[in-house]
């Protein structure tokens, strides 16, 4: 049993310093998620807050089928949405991403878009401290439901399967989503390194 | 395979999701088409630059509330 699982089995019989633990352990990982989900602090206070709420309320009910953290993911991510619903916070429209719309298209003459590789570019400015600010700008630009399977996949690191289960969504539905908002932060990207979406 | 077919399976390219017979498939038309090459090279970039954002760091004092909180519903709920 490792150290988080008798966690959990202590939180479930009621022990509070357990609970404790597992949320001090957790609550950055949260926060950090739902500051990215909504870029302010009294909103991402409040989903942090019920996020460990329904944790408290439900971590008897917790099979292990999945592991603690996408659980939690599953916890924080509806809280996302419940605030959504409320209508407190929506700063990114509903929206389609279309591929046709995102990918690269030929010149006047039908000739195949020149594409370079700006990845050692990116990487310099991810090191300079240039890009971040360009990226999280870019992550804020995408519809919410792209959004938060590209944070859940991509910035916080789970897999497609963990992603589906935080979201609900099957997994050829994530790595559709996934795709479509990598391509257009990519596309941000080539904008700002090369100065044409179109590249 | 068309660059358009490719566009569409790449993220599940540089995710390493596909059937070895599909890589075989990119892997032939990325040989002759040097703007996917870059496509598929900037799409995996991008991917691991998201990886590499940082955290964003709890407030001390939004760490403070949420401990409030969660005693008030302990104690309420014993």
Known sequence: MTDEQALIAASKSGDSAALDALVRTHQDRVYSFAMRMCRNVEDAKDILQDTFLGVIRSIREFREESTFSTWLYRIAANACLKKRRRGVHDPTPEQELSLDDLMPRPDAEGRKPEIPDWSGDAERALLHGELSARMESAIDKLPRDYKIVLVLRDVEGLSAEETAQAVGLSVPAVKSRLHRARVFVRRELADYLTGSQNS | ?78
Not at chain 2, 44 to 55: S, V, Y
């Open chain 2, 1 to 78: 395979m068309t660059c358009r077919e490719l566009f569409e399976r790449l993220s599940e390219y540089v995710d390493g999701e596909l059937s070895q017979e599909i890589c075989q498939e990119i892997r032939k038309h990325l040989d002759g088409c040097d703007p996917c090459v870059n496509f598929a090279k900037t799409l995996k970039t991008t991917a691991n630059l998201c990886r590499r954002l940082p955290a964003q760091p709890i407030p001390p004092a939004v760490a403070a509330d949420l401990r409030v909180v969660l005693a008030r519903h302990l104690s309420r709920s014993k």
